[in-house]
């Protein structure tokens, strides 16, 4: 017996959630479930808890995601929480940044198979991809980093009063206490702590979210930030 077979049927909430996008999203949860977990991108205990723990435990994160903005899931992995955020939310712009080669490869499967136009996978680390892609409105991640290691991945990705959104669990507020001065250098004005997914994920999702204002990523990058601006307008010249 394949792992794929241990996968259960999609939960009512499934069919709710994904709309008319529930076809893609049970090929992503097979797709989770047999290469995914042949290539090592998730445990097979996971199998029988993907829908409740992995799909619908991302996919509410969009009630916390504006209209229309772009978005960039930092070291997306297995695509968790940006794929199934790209199913329920068409109106996204969605960058899947992932280091490893053996992932990005899944991921750009993934999205040419489930038709996602509007998601990018590029290759690489978020600390070194400043100035290489354009910033954008909100930065997601999702079992990451520590929150003040996080930030400092994602806040310089940001534009001017973005916000980065991580999923995170019980410790969410002592992570925020302890990452406060970290927040602060990176030019972090707000922090917060949501409960997305009423009536469908049981535990809610909690989110916790980090709020930017004119500098993202602070000080420490405005440099980093000129000279990126700089030489991309070098290279447009030529």
Known sequence: MT???????????????????????????????????????????????????????????????????TVCDVGSGAGLPGIPLALVRRDLKITLLEPLLRRTNFLQEVVELLGLDHVTVVRGRAEEMLGKITPVHVVTARAVAPLDRLAGWGVPLLRPYGEMLALKGDTAEEEIVGARAALSRLGVVETSVLQVGEGVVDPMTTVVRVEVGESPGGVRFAAKRAKAARTSKTRRRR
């Open 3 to 69: 792992e794929a077979a241990e996968l259960p049927e999609a939960p009512e909430q499934a069919r709710t959630v994904f709309g008319e996008y529930f076809p893609e999203a049970v090929r992503y949860a097979e797709l989770l479930a047999d290469a995914g977990v042949k290539r090592g991108l998730i445990g097979p205990r996971e199998v029988p808890r993907l829908w409740e723990r992995h799909l619908l435990n991302c996919a509410v994160l969009a009630e916390a995601v504006p209209e229309g903005v």
